[in-house]
């Protein structure tokens, strides 16, 4: 059965600071990769995704995510957090179609001034 | 920008009642989701829903629930008889064919 794992469950970054949270994920292929966030009260919206070819892939709000297929990690990073980016994120793994979404448990991320 | 949309937001219900959370996915999107979150968990698939019928199904889509499109645009999630453990948050999903798109969700408190 496909897994994903995020090892962080809370991670506190300065603003200005970069940022890197980690995901790592069980399945039996290739898989297809996500990112999302959720603010407090607020649905998930898509950061990011994976599917194939350039394995470092740009998001919106300035977010990027490398797929390592040797350490099965897909890794999102920042280069210098705002205070709007604190929220909880969630990495997610799918075989395609009409596959549902397999979750990670999810990093709070906390920007102190 | 299309968007998905869920109603209501918020359902207070009594233990062994009937609800059903309603959905209107992006319009040219041919695949539907349910998925829910209980509070300070992660987010769990239930179901999804292509071709106007059930494509998979989680262990949590038990015959409890149900689910619909019972016109051009609306999908429906039933749960015939509520019970303490369905408080949770329920997103609904929708997509062309591999990236989903989620609404605000509709959180749902069983007394």
């Known amino acids: 059965a496909q897994s994903v794992t995020q090892p962080d469950i809370h991670i506190t970054v300065s603003e200005g600071a970069s940022l890197e949270l980690r995901c790592n994920y069980s399945?039996?292929?290739?898989?297809?990769l996500f990112w999302y966030v959720q603010s407090p009260g607020q649905g998930l919206q898509l950061l990011l995704k994976?599917?194939?070819?350039?394995?470092l892939v740009q998001g919106i709000k300035g977010f990027e995510a490398e797929f390592k297929r040797s350490q099965s990690s897909f890794n999102l990073r920042k280069p210098s957090v705002h205070w709007s980016d604190a929220a909880e994120y969630f990495c997610a793994v799918m075989g395609g179609g009409a596959d549902g979404l397999t979750f990670g448990k999810g990093t709070h991320l906390i920007i102190q001034p | 920008e299309p968007e998905v949309t869920q109603t209501p937001s918020h359902q207070v219900t009594q233990m062994g009642q009937e609800v059903i959370l309603r959905c209107v996915p992006i319009s040219n999107h041919l695949y539907f989701y349910w998925y829910r979150q209980i509070l300070g968990q992660k987010v769990e698939f239930l179901v999804s829903f292509y071709n106007n019928e059930i494509s998979e199904k989680s262990e949590i889509f038990d015959d409890q629930f149900s689910v619909e499109r019972p016109d051009g645009s609306n999908f429906t999630l039933k749960i015939r008889s509520t019970k303490l453990e369905d408080s949770a948050m329920y997103f609904c999903?929708?997509?062309?064919?591999?990236?989903?798109?989620f609404g605000p969700g509709t959180r749902l408190t069983v007394l």
């Open positions: 999903a929708s997509s062309t064919v591999d990236t989903q798109y």
């Open positions: 399945y039996g292929a290739t898989p297809y």
């Open positions: 994976y599917f194939s070819g350039d394995t």
